[in-house]
């Protein structure tokens, strides 16, 4: 007898835009997220100084390229280099090896055991933030089965193992002999290894005699970036020369701006979206429509959080309505009693209704 197929589990997009997640978390500051990553590039250019460098500082707690990180224990698999070479390496790095900073030279392959170690490692080491695999070409299953399916799926299974241990791991692997202009095209394998990543670095030295290079960085929880870098003899660390969105506004749009002022001086509101957009609007100087506004408040929520804005949506009589509540940023956390020192204010929920409602603690009632 067949086994009955399970229902759908599905869920309409107006309930999902109102849902509140977690903000995803970074191991380092806008650059690696919790998830799977692959570090690309030529053999013997660098990239396991910088792996080095980047898993030396996480477990220190100190920043990479001034980007902060959340500091934890890392377990490293050199799985190229004996530990004397391991060894040499560190010494040059730093002279103060961090304790929460760990390395293997062995380990076993994907579907034959390297999940369970790393899994069994973590539990050893709960703080755990980043696993790096180096590289990922010692740890394949090394099947007959060359194609985009099985790249894809020994990805997946690094993948899924990330997200469950909430972790972050790097995979470093070598590129095509044959050059690119996309740089997931450089990648050595098919396209479904690229495809099942979080995000890819490519790090491009151009000639092996020069010190400078370039980190071009895209995925999809970070922003696509390139990093200027020169390798330091002194050290054996790559310096950041310029990164791409050191420049790059990343202020909150006024509309938001007016929101929070507005927010700070009513402490609490409840309405439709129009009224709450007709308000911003007169506030902001600029017509606003209430569809971009909720939009703009569900992309900025945890920024608004941050600034003491917390809202809720809900309906009532059919209308679509928006709950916006204020605290001090430190005590913001999105609960409602977080307000409860200032008075409620409340719109009349009058759909046909387009005048601006004028709140001030005079005219206001309670709800």
Same mark, same amino acid.
């Given at each position: ?7 759908? /589990? ?21 650059? =690696? ?5 692959? =570090? ?13 460098? &980047?898993?030396? +500082? ?5 920043? #990479? &390229? ?37 390395? /293997? ?13 790393? +899994?069994?490692? #973590? ?51 070598? =590129? ?31 000639? +092996? ?27 054996? @660390? &790559? ?16 509309? =938001? ?21 007709? @308000? ?20 900025? +929520? ?13 309906? %009532? ?23 409860? %020192?200032? /008075? ?9 209704? @387009? ?8 005219? /206001?009632?309670?709800?």
């Amino acid at each position: 007898m067949p086994k009955p197929i399970e229902r759908l /589990a599905v869920i309409d997009g107006e309930t999902l835009q109102d849902m509140r997640f977690q903000p995803g978390k970074f191991t380092i500051d806008t650059l =690696l997220p919790q998830g799977i990553f692959m =570090l690309g590039g030529a053999p013997k250019n660098g990239k396991s100084w910088m792996v080095l460098d &980047w898993c030396v +500082r996480v477990a220190k707690g100190e920043p #990479v &390229w001034n980007l902060p990180v959340k500091q934890g224990s890392i377990l490293y698999l050199c799985l190229e280099d004996p530990l004397r070479r391991v060894q040499d390496r560190l010494l040059q790095l730093t002279d103060e090896a961090p304790p929460n900073a760990f390395f /293997a030279t062995a380990a076993e392959k994907l579907g034959q055991g390297l999940c369970e170690q790393i +899994r069994e490692f #973590v539990r050893e080491h709960p703080d755990t933030v980043l696993v790096a695999i180096d590289t990922f070409q010692i740890v394949r299953s090394g099947g007959q089965d060359i194609s985009y399916a099985s790249d894809y799926e020994e990805v997946r299974e690094l993948k899924k193992l990330a997200d469950e241990l909430q972790i972050s791991i790097l995979l470093v692997h070598h =590129l095509r002999k044959q050059g690119a202009s996309d740089p997931l095209n450089k990648l050595s394998g098919t396209t479904g290894i690229s495809g099942a990543m979080d995000a890819v670095f490519i790090l491009d030295r151009g000639q +092996r005699s020069e010190d400078a290079a370039t980190l071009v960085c895209t995925g999809r929880d970070i922003e696509t970036r390139k990093l200027d870098l020169r390798f330091s003899k002194s050290d054996c @660390t &790559w310096k950041l020369l310029q990164d791409s969105l050191e420049n790059r506004a990343k202020e909150m749009p006024e509309e =938001l701006t007016a929101l929070i002022e507005f927010m700070r001086s009513a402490q609490t509101f409840s309405g439709s979206n129009t009224q709450l957009a007709d @308000t911003v609007g007169k506030l902001a100087g600029k017509e606003i429509a209430p569809k971009s506004l909720k939009q703009m408040m569900n992309r900025w +929520r945890y920024a608004l959080e941050e600034k003491g804005v917390s809202f809720q949506s809900r309906k %009532s009589n059919g209308q679509r309505l928006v709950q916006i509540f204020f605290a001090s940023a430190k005590d913001a956390s999105g609960a409602r009693d977080a307000t409860s %020192s200032g /008075a409620e204010f409340t719109v009349p929920c009058d759909p046909d209704s @387009t005048e601006t409602p004028v709140f001030s603690r005079e005219n /206001a009632r309670p709800a």
